[in-house]
Nanobody, 123 residues
Framework: VQLVESGGGLVQAGDSLRLSCAASGLMFSSYAMGWFRQVSGKEREFVAA????????YYADSMKGRFTISRDNAKNTAYLQMNTLKPVDTAVYYC?????????????????WGQGTQVTVSS
């Protein structure tokens, strides 16, 4: 199983980014997907999650209204659209897969992880 994130980079406050997570080696449509982020020295933080069908989405309170998670099961890819980025959003962003229909907000629940992509937001 391989999850590969892309789309990170250096942006200014107020800008947008779209992260992608390309999955291979698993039946993608059978997995709920999540996005997490981590700052060095801190615990991995839940960002958003989406059910296997895409019909249910979940967000951390601080991301509601700014971030949108989606998926394309035909492309085996999950996305995280991030708008109105703030310096506090600076982190390594990870996608993860869990073999359940409904996702979990706990990192410990997830079966597979990507390598992460750095997002840096300058003020």
């Amino acid at each position: 199983v391989q999850l590969v994130e892309s789309g990170g980079g250096l942006v200014q406050a107020g800008d947008s980014l779209r992260l992608s997570c390309a999955a291979s080696g698993l039946m993608f449509s059978s997995y709920a997907m999540g996005w997490f982020r981590q700052v060095s020295g801190k615990e991995r933080e839940f960002v958003a999650a989406i059910s296997w069908s895409g019909s249910r989405t979940y967000y951390a309170d601080s991301m509601k209204g700014r971030f949108t998670i989606s998926r394309d099961n035909a492309k085996n890819t999950a996305y995280l659209q991030m708008n109105t980025l703030k310096p506090v959003d600076t982190a390594v962003y990870y996608c993860a897969a869990v073999a359940t229909l409904v996702p979990d907000t706990s990192p410990a629940a997830y079966d597979y992880w990507g390598q992460g992509t750095q997002v840096t937001v300058s003020s």
